[in-house]
């Protein structure tokens, strides 16, 4: 995550000192991004405030043409999605994204749920992202 977010958006994620559920309310925009390739399955969800969504276009957009906050998510999330894949073994070759959908807030639990999601204060903001898949992506990995 800080890889492509200090690149791309100029934010610097920290791990919170103490392990943190996701926050979830109802204004938090959740971002899916599906890949599969190879015979595997899996997606990157990220959860964060409107705030981040504004923050990140803020960051990314020129004056001339100014970036929704939900697509400045989208993107990100895309990006992430993909520099991810590319650091799997095997590297990312043969796999496709599907284009990054903003879901519905009841797919939340769902796709926030687990030990294995990584919570991150960015610039004052909470962004929670899990990577899910039907096999290991990586190695040293426990659970899909």
């Known amino acids: 995550l800080g890889e492509v977010w200090e690149t791309m958006a100029f934010i610097t ?5 103490e392990k943190v559920s996701h926050p979830w309310s109802p204004d938090l925009r959740l971002v899916r991004v599906v890949c599969n390739g190879h015979g595997i399955n899996g997606q ?25 906050p939900d697509d400045a998510l989208k ?13 799997r073994i095997g590297g990312g070759v043969g796999f496709e994204l599907a284009p990054p959908v903003i879901g519905q807030p009841e797919e939340m639990d769902k796709l926030l749920a687990g030990d294995d ?12 992202a899990h990577v899910t898949s039907d096999v290991c992506l990586f190695s040293g990995e426990g659970n899909h």
């Open 13 to 17: 994620p920290q791990l919170p000192e």
């Open 44 to 68: 990157l969800a990220i959860a964060a405030s409107p705030e981040f969504g504004e923050m990140i276009a803020a960051n990314c957009s020129s004056e001339e043409e100014p970036t929704e």
């Open 75 to 87: 993107e990100l999330a895309n990006v992430t999605c993909g520099l991810l894949l590319r650091k």
């Open 117 to 128: 999601v990584v919570a991150v204060d960015a610039e004052g903001c909470r962004v929670c």
